[in-house]
C-alpha cells in the first residue's frame, strides 16, 4: 500500500504533467512577436512571465532537495527559455520519480511553485488572444495527460473549441 507521501508525490507529478501539456499549447505557434508583447506600460512581456516560470521550476527542485533559496535567471530568447521551461519540468519530475527525499511535502511544493507556474500559464494564454494571436479553448478534462510526460511533445488536443 502506497505511503500518503508516495500518493502526494504522484499527484505532484500529475500537476507537472498538467503544467507541461497546458504550458506547450501556450508556447507552441506564439508568432515571434509574441515574446514582448505588452498590455500596458509596466506590464509583464510573455518573455518575463515565461522566464519567471522557468526560475519557479527550478526553485520547486531545489526546495525538494531542502534549499529554499530563490534565485531569478538573466534574461535570453524566447526559444532559450521554451526549453528552459520543459527541461525544469523534466529535472523536477524526474527528481519526484526517484527514490531520493523529500524535504518538503509535496502539497508545499504544489502551493508555492507549481500552482504559481499554473497561474503563469494561464497569463500566457490570455496574453495569446490580447496579442491577436489566440490559442484554442479545450475541455482539458478529456485532455491525454500523462505522468512523466513533460516535454513540449504533448498529444494533439481530443477536442477544442473557438
Do not use: C
Not at 500529475?14 to 514582448?36: D, N, Q
Not at 519567471?52 to 530563490?70: F, N, P, S, V, Y
Not at 489566440?134 to 485532455?143: D, H, R, S, T, V
Request: charged share 25%; glycine share 10%.
Amino acid at each position: 500500500m502506497k505511503s500518503e507521501q508516495d500518493a502526494s508525490r504522484g499527484f505532484l507529478r500529475h500537476a507537472l504533467a498538467t503544467l507541461s501539456y497546458r504550458g506547450a499549447k501556450a508556447i507552441r505557434g506564439a508568432p515571434a512577436s509574441f515574446a514582448e508583447f505588452r498590455t500596458a506600460q509596466g506590464g509583464n512581456s510573455p518573455i518575463v512571465i515565461l522566464r519567471h516560470i522557468g526560475d519557479l521550476l527550478e526553485w520547486a527542485l531545489r526546495i525538494a532537495q531542502g534549499d529554499e533559496k530563490w534565485r531569478e535567471a538573466g534574461p535570453v530568447q524566447w526559444e532559450e527559455e521554451s526549453r528552459r521551461f520543459f527541461s525544469g519540468l523534466s529535472a523536477l519530475d524526474g527528481y519526484l520519480a526517484s527514490d531520493a527525499p523529500l524535504a518538503f511535502p509535496p502539497q508545499r511544493i504544489f502551493q508555492g511553485a507549481v500552482a504559481d507556474a499554473l497561474t503563469h500559464v494561464g497569463q500566457l494564454a490570455m496574453l495569446r488572444r490580447l496579442s491577436g494571436s489566440p490559442m484554442k479553448g479545450e475541455n482539458y478534462f478529456l485532455a491525454d495527460i500523462e505522468v512523466g510526460r513533460v516535454g513540449p511533445e504533448q498529444t494533439p488536443a481530443e477536442r477544442e473549441f473557438d
